[in-house]
């Protein structure tokens, strides 16, 4: 089966930086997303990763470790507009996406 | 860049009617096209795999009588709901993949809300 793990919910202050970890276990893996959505919205992406190591793409960077299973999304300068369900995705095998059940973010002024 | 359309964006309908969604690929081919379902504060989860000329893959627990998918272009992927019930109401995405990219990126589309009275 597919497993993955994010937290439910996390609170940050505007300009503070958050770290959303994803740990998976799933029936194959060929990449991980991580995708934003807003409430009634569709995901938007923001990374791939594929090999491990650190991806940077301005204000967020995501990290990939393959043997742990685990990835984090990481938000620089956080903005009140950032407040949104972060989705880690893997690839499987059949080089179909599994979601994680999504990390709800806060931004405080 | 890719964009994803879906209509409608929400829809009311009563028991025991059929609905249909579609997802078209507005600037690029897609062959293969994905259908997720996702309640409220929860995942999206994968339904379907559409797949252009051929039948849609429907994945374990999903009921291919009750979920008709038709990929009849490059372009257009249909989601039939039919008979739906209030257990159906939910948000419905289709993504797709661009058949001349060779990545697992997918474009999702912007969601259709059902609600079944």
């Known amino acids: 089966g597919q497993n993955i793990d994010q937290p439910t919910e996390m609170t940050a202050t505007e300009g503070a930086i958050v770290q959303i970890n994803c740990t998976y276990q799933?029936?194959?893996?060929?990449?991980l997303f991580w995708y934003q959505q807003h409430a009634g919205e569709a995901p938007t992406f923001l990374s791939y990763?594929?090999?491990?190591g650190l991806e940077e793409k301005g204000r967020f960077s995501s990290f990939l470790s393959r043997s742990k299973g685990y990835s984090y999304l990481l938000l620089k300068e956080l903005q009140m507009k950032d407040s949104a369900s972060y989705l880690c995705?893997?690839?499987?095998?059949?080089?179909?996406?599994?979601f994680g059940a999504g990390t709800t973010v806060t931004v405080r002024a | 860049g890719a964009v994803v359309s879906q209509h409608p964006s929400w829809v009311i309908c009563k028991s025991g009617t059929s609905v249909k969604i579609e997802c078209r690929s507005l600037?690029?081919?897609?062959?293969?096209m994905f259908w997720y379902r996702q309640f409220p504060k929860q995942s999206l989860m994968l339904m379907a795999t559409?797949?252009?000329?051929?039948?849609?893959?429907?994945e374990q627990g999903v009921e291919k009588d009750k979920f008709l998918i038709n990929h009849a272009s490059l372009t257009l992927s249909t989601l039939t709901v039919t008979s739906a019930h209030p257990e159906d109401s939910s948000f419905y995405i289709c993504?797709?993949?661009?058949?001349?990219?060779?990545?697992?990126?997918?474009?999702f589309g912007p969601g259709t809300r059902l609600t079944v009275l």
């Open positions: 600037d690029f081919q897609a062959t293969t």
């Open positions: 990763n594929v090999l491990d």
């Open positions: 995705a893997v690839v499987r095998g059949d080089y179909k996406l599994s």
């Open positions: 993504s797709a993949r661009d058949t001349g990219v060779d990545n697992n990126e997918q474009f």
């Open positions: 799933t029936s194959g893996f060929n990449g």
């Open positions: 559409s797949n252009e000329g051929s039948k849609a893959t429907y």
